[in-house]
């Protein structure tokens, strides 16, 4: 089993920046990517962005070059870096692990982004 812990969200004014963390931790697994969705109230959840264990990037399209993901394989970790956020940014930002044994999600941190 795992479990993951988020942290980093906040209100921020338009145009302010936050980084997310993201760590995972239990028993013995491999994890092959983790990464970031968001689920805004009334919006299905998106994808923001993911890292695979080899360092592969993906981004969606709306991130347009704002954000960056980073990962620390030997801590189990993922971050986001999110500058010149956005109102439209605002939702629940949840870290997700692909492991070998199944899939994980944390259970959320706030993100607001005030205009």
């Known amino acids: 089993q795992v479990q993951l812990a988020e942290s980093g969200g906040g209100l921020v004014k338009a145009g302010g920046s936050l980084r997310l963390s993201c760590a995972a931790s239990?028993?013995?697994?491999?994890?092959?990517?983790m990464g970031w969705y968001r689920q805004a109230p009334g919006k299905q959840r998106e994808l923001v962005a993911a890292?695979?264990?080899?360092?592969?990037?993906n981004y969606a399209d709306f991130v347009e070059g704002r954000f960056t993901i980073s990962r620390d394989n030997a801590k189990i970790a993922v971050y986001l870096q999110m500058n010149s956020l956005k109102p439209e940014d605002t939702a629940v930002y949840y870290c997700?692990?692909?492991?070998?044994?199944?899939?994980?999600w944390g259970q959320g941190t706030q993100v607001t982004v005030s205009s």
């Open positions: 997700k692990i692909w492991c070998q044994s199944g899939n994980y």
């Open positions: 239990g028993s013995s697994f491999m994890a092959r990517a």
């Open positions: 890292i695979t264990s080899g360092g592969i990037v």
